[in-house]
Nanobody, 124 residues
Framework: QAQLVESGGGSVQPGGSLRLSCAAS????????VGWFRQAPGREREGIAY????????DVEKRVKGRFTISKDNTKNTVYLQMNSLEPEDTAVYYC?????????????????WGQGIQVTVSS
């Protein structure tokens, strides 16, 4: 059973940090691109950052530039999102997603596998 499972979310005060993990099971992330997304109530889902199996990255969401960093550990089949200097506006459900990537479109538009999402709440 192919799955992506997010962990590491929770509640923090403004200015705090969290590290989200996206663990893949049932398949390998080799030849796949992985993206982090988030969706707040009443807002559209937005892409945050993306990474290839070889470690090339793309930061799409301007509001997290310089605060969020995507990375991965291929030995653990896991992708991470380090979130620093968190703001109340970062409150959302965060998702990771993966798709086979042939190098033709970057970042990919569509994804084959999605995690269930994890809540991040930033409040004082």
């Amino acid at each position: 059973q192919a799955q992506l499972v997010e962990s590491g979310g929770g509640s923090v005060q403004p200015g705090g940090s969290l590290r989200l993990s996206c663990a893949a099971s049932g398949f390998t992330l080799q030849y796949h691109a992985v993206g982090w997304f988030r969706q707040a109530p009443g807002r559209e889902r937005e892409g945050i950052a993306y990474i290839t199996y070889s470690g090339e990255t793309a930061d799409v969401e301007k509001r997290v530039k310089g605060r969020f960093t995507i990375s991965k550990d291929n030995t653990k089949n896991t992708v991470y999102l380090q979130m620093n200097s968190l703001e109340p506006e970062d409150t959302a459900v965060y998702y990771c997603a993966a798709t086979f990537w042939d190098g033709t479109v970057w970042p990919p538009y569509e994804y084959d596998y999605w995690g269930q999402g994890i809540q991040v709440t930033v409040s004082s």
